[in-house]
Each structure stands twice: as structure tokens, then as C-alpha cells.
């Protein structure tokens, strides 16, 4: 355990930092809401639309797993602060490239910039969490990653009128990486000395064995795939909710974005009090139940009124359900690999935002309407719910 671990405060200067970073890592991603929308008016065709929306999770998704056996606590901090320099350039890579084959060059290198940002970042965050406090410390972790959903799809929408298209914005969240390297630059001296105090085991990179051992342990599998469930069903929110307001005519995309996200902040703000009090895997079948709902019943909200009392549940099932699987993830796994599993878990949001687009805009180009989707996206969180009813058969075994 770190000396920082043994701290009783969780809301250090160090991790307070951090979580601000993954702030402006987050914010360059979640402008990408309508970025399939976008592609429809820079005339790329409909079938190139959906890969090249995936592209970059899917960038993310391939090279996660090549980088994880070699980050460590020691490099995490000159990857975070490399990763954040890199990311001003691809974002402002947007403004110049139109062609599909430059979006596929583009894009697999702002998977691989944010992969390595966001990896190298919780690499380090993790070790300023107090076990005691982990559903508390992956809630304010989980509203940092947050935050910028709730604000900049309606920013967004707002200045779109006053520039010539999205890829204006695109570049323009650059802001939030210089603020990040900002951060990083103030927090170094904190973080190079709390480093410092660290067990050498935990400086140490994992072996394969460890890896693999740890892919052996039966829970950390089955949540990890409830996980990737729940993330497809998310991605499906995300990238398609402006198309499905464009079909039914009812709502604005930004509005939802901002209802959901204010929801989603609220509870895990809640939640950081009382988390920690709850048995995680009986709190998650009802959250996860009236998450199928909200999902199910979206298409068919005949009003706004109705259409954004959907948004505020399904933020609220969200805000409760990610941050609970974290913390459910960190105590399943041995000290030395909460590290490698958090990220993990980021492993399966990459990967369910790069498989629900190629299913969605498969779906799509085959005729469906995107109400469709949102169906689908239902049934994800039924597996889920599926698998956290065997982590809870597997639980009461072992205590019996």
C-alpha cells in the first residue's frame, strides 16, 4: 500500500489534480457526440460513417492492451504529460482533414493519443485512493470522466451557428489540454514525491504471469464483461441520440446530454457519502432494471417533457452503475493490480464505443430506423444484468 493509500483524506491536492485532467482528457472526446452527424455533411458516405466513428475507440481498444504490461507508476507522469501535447496537434488535425483516408489516419492516432493519456493518468490516481473510500474515490473519478458529456454537447450545439462547421469545435477543445498541461506541470513536484514514498513492488512493472493470473480470477472476467455491456449501451446513447431526435422530431440532443450528465453528477456526488455503506452487487440489479427501461421506452417519448424525464433516469442509472463496478473491480483485485483492472475497465468503455458503432451503423445502412438501436442498446444491459446475477449466485456460494 502507498503511504498516500494510508492517508484517511481522499481529496488530496494530487488526486483533486488528476481528476481535473482526466477532466480535459474526457472533454476532447465527448465533443465527438455529433460526429457522425458531421460526417453526413462533409459528404462521406453512409458506409464509411459508422467505421470511422469507431475508429478511434477502436485504436484505443487494440493499443490498451499492447501498453498495459508496460505502464508503470515510475513513467506514468511523462506519458500523461506527452500524451496531453500530442492530443492539441490531433485535435487541431480535424480542421484539415476531410478525405476518408485521412479520418482513418486521423482518428486511429487520437485513439491511440487518448489511450495513452487516460492509462498513464489512472495509473497514478489510483494509488492516491484509499481502499476504505474506493466507491467514493471512483465516484468523483467517474463525475470528473463526467463532466464534460454535461457540458460540452450543449456548449457545442450553442456555437455551432457561429462557426463554419463542427471541426471548428473539434479543434478548439484543444483549451482543455493546455489546461491539462497546466496541471500537470503544477502537480509535478507532489506527484515525483508521493512516488517517492511508494512500496517498491508497486513501482515495479506486472509480469505476464501476474497478468495472467489475474485474468484467472472469475469475478474480475464477469464484471469486466458487464462492464462492456453497459459501455455499448452508452456508446449507443451517445452517438446516435442526435440522429434518433432528427427521426422522432422530439427533443435536442444537447438538452439530453445536459439532463442526463446533471443527473449522472448528482447521484455520484450523492453517492460518494453512501456508496460505501451498500452491498454494490444487490444496489446494481434495480439500477440496471430501470436502465432497460429508460433505454426501451426513449424511442416512443411522444412529448419533450417526456423525452428528457428519460434523460434524467438514465443519468441517474449511470451515475449510480460505472462508478459501483469500479469500485467493485479495485476490491476484487490484489493492490498491485487495481492499476491494470481500472484500466481495464476503460479497456471495455474503448471497446463497447468502437463495436456499437459498426453494429449501429451496420443496422443502420441495412434499413433500420435508429429506434432500432436504442432497443439494442436495451438488451446490453440485460446481459449485464445477467451477469451480475452470477457474481451474486458465485458470492453466496462462497459464503455458504
Known sequence: MTDAAEKKSLFTFEFLALCLVIVTAFANVSVFYSFYYYLGAIDIPVVWRGF??????MAA?????????????????????????????????????????????LRIAHGAVFVLLTSAVISLLVNFIPPQQSGRGFSALAVAAMIPYAVVPPLTETILPFVRNAADIYAGVSIFSLAGIVLMLVVRRRIHSAIGRMDKTL??????????DNFRQKPVVLLLAAILFVYMAHATVFYFIKNLTCQTGVGNAGIYFSVAMAAMIAVRLFGSFVFDRFDKLKLLPPVL????ISLAILPHAA????????????????GVSLPVFNALIFSASAPGLRGLNTNM???????????T????????????GFNILFYAAAGFVLFCLALIKICQRREENDEN
Open 52 to 57: 470511422l466513428v469507431g475508429l478511434e475507440p
Open 61 to 105: 481498444f487494440g493499443l490498451r492492451l499492447l501498453i498495459l504490461p508496460w505502464l508503470h507508476v515510475r513513467n506514468s507522469y511523462a506519458i500523461s504529460l506527452f500524451s496531453l501535447i500530442l492530443l492539441i496537434a490531433v485535435s487541431c488535425g480535424y480542421l484539415c482533414v476531410t478525405s476518408v483516408s485521412g479520418l482513418i489516419v
Open 203 to 212: 513501482m515495479q512493472r506486472l509480469s505476464l504471469v501476474e497478468i495472467r
Open 289 to 292: 432494471a430501470a436502465l432497460v
Open 303 to 318: 412529448t419533450p417533457l417526456a423525452f428528457y424525464a428519460m434523460a434524467a433516469v438514465y443519468g441517474a442509472c449511470i
Open 345 to 355: 475497465t476503460l479497456f471495455a468503455m474503448d471497446a463497447g464505443y468502437f463495436l
Open 357 to 368: 458503432p459498426y453494429l449501429g451503423g451496420a443496422l443502420i445502412a441495412g434499413g433500420a
